[in-house]
């Protein structure tokens, strides 16, 4: 499919789910490049994308020792629900001693106010939304 016909398709999907766009192509490019200059290692995240209905990777539930995609998985930004970032990576130092967990949660946090991001902390991750649902007040 190619790449006009495929956004159209998201876009009809975002219409009728009545999705609100929360992120913008500026705003993901902001928070992509500041990640991949500023911090020591991109973070690994959880991707929901508009058009599929479970989510990448499929469990996400304790720290891991892969880094995060930050160009092609977030790509294409329009077709980005949301992500659910994990700003820790556990690090093996050998078979004798204890991984070592290095978080840069903070440093990952300054990165969400300096460019203005919306987000909230839930748990031990910190959630990135392209769309929400709408609600009734």
């Not at 490019?29 to 995240?45: D, H, R, S």
Request: aromatic letters at 14%.
């Amino acid at each position: 499919m190619d790449r006009d016909r495929y956004k159209a398709k998201v876009m009809n999907a975002v219409k009728e789910r009545q999705l609100t766009s929360i992120m913008n192509k500026t705003k993901w490019k902001e928070l992509q490049t500041a990640v991949l200059k500023i911090l020591p290692f991109p973070p690994p995240f959880q991707a929901k994308y508009v058009l599929v209905e479970s989510t990448s990777p499929n469990e996400f539930e304790e720290d891991v020792w892969y880094v995060g995609d930050w160009v092609e998985g977030l790509m294409p930004f329009y077709d980005v629900e949301w992500i659910r970032v994990r700003p820790r990576r556990i690090v093996n130092i050998g078979r004798l001693i204890s991984p070592e967990v290095i978080d840069i949660t903070e440093e990952f946090i300054g990165i969400l106010k300096e460019y203005s991001i919306p987000y909230h902390c839930s748990s031990d991750s910190i959630y990135i939304y392209g769309y929400t649902a709408q609600t009734d007040k």
